[in-house]
């Protein structure tokens, strides 16, 4: 892969930087494993916006992502690589021995006609799917499961890794591309590799249209809204608000904690160093 910018024909295609995909799949996705993706637009049951920012947007349809991988011992073939607009990774279209066939999250050297494993006995190779437990140490992986049998929950957005460290009885602790150590029980599944796509972060939409088209709506900042509207609101010429950054219902921001115990606090040994 690699990045393009568009030639200036018009003022929105002058910005545009974006990732070339030569070996994505141009037909049509695998009709079986697609499934309506009705749109919610940040509304609850009571029709309430409660995530801003959310609405309109192309239509799409949900792939059906295989996150569990508990087929084992059953050799499949990648078919495809295709390109899925409900996440930043891509998506492999894999073909098992007995027919069955799913979507999987594609891995970085992932190619068509690869073929993969998966169980406690597959080969350390690119895309195979193992038990952390049988992971030599210092691998790089992805798509780990944070709860047996749950399905993959860490690293799952393009170019996403993370790296086995150690291995205990009962728990194996992961560094995390944020600079997190996590323990997760060792009969936890990952996928051995890297996510695919890892220059996603670097593309550039070019113009306001191109996020209405995937759903996301503008953000406007509260110091330039009027004082019925917002705290920061008001004041004559540019102002920075005279206050410690609030919502727009008054409550503090900017890393103010709000929550006294996480779930997931008893599986972080350490965090990111400043």
Request: hydrophobic fraction near 30%.
């Amino acid at each position: 892969m690699s990045l393009y910018k568009l030639r200036p024909t018009s003022p929105g295609a002058r910005f545009v930087i974006r990732v070339k995909n030569t070996d994505l799949n141009k037909d049509k996705p695998h009709k079986p494993l697609l499934s309506l993706l009705h749109k919610q637009a940040g509304r609850n049951n009571y029709g309430r916006i409660t995530v801003r920012h959310q609405g309109g947007g192309n239509k799409r349809f949900y792939r059906e992502i295989d996150f569990i991988r508990t087929v084992d011992n059953c050799k499949a073939v990648v078919e495809t690589i295709e390109y899925d607009p409900n996440r930043s990774a891509r998506i492999a279209r894999i073909c098992y021995a007995n027919g069955k066939r799913s979507y999987i999250i594609a891995t970085e050297q992932m190619k068509k006609g690869v073929s993969i494993l998966n169980g406690p006995s597959a080969p350390i190779s690119d895309g195979n799917c193992l038990p952390l437990s049988s992971i030599p140490l210092g691998t790089q992986i992805c798509c780990v499961e944070m709860k047996f049998g749950k399905g993959a929950q860490i690293a799952r957005s393009a170019g996403s890794v993370a790296q086995l460290l150690s291995r205990d009885d009962q728990y194996v602790t992961i560094k995390l591309k944020s600079g997190f150590v996590i323990k997760i029980n060792s009969n936890c599944r990952a996928v051995i590799g890297t996510v695919s796509n890892f220059e996603h972060n670097l593309r550039k939409l070019g113009k306001a249209g191109a996020s209405r088209w995937r759903g996301i709506r503008p953000t406007v900042r509260g110091v330039v809204m009027n004082p019925v509207d917002h705290p920061h609101g008001g004041g004559e010429g540019k102002t920075s608000g005279g206050r410690h950054p609030v919502t727009p219902w008054g409550k503090k921001t900017k890393g103010l904690k709000t929550r006294k115990v996480k779930r997931t606090n008893s599986t972080i040994v350490s965090r990111k160093v400043k």
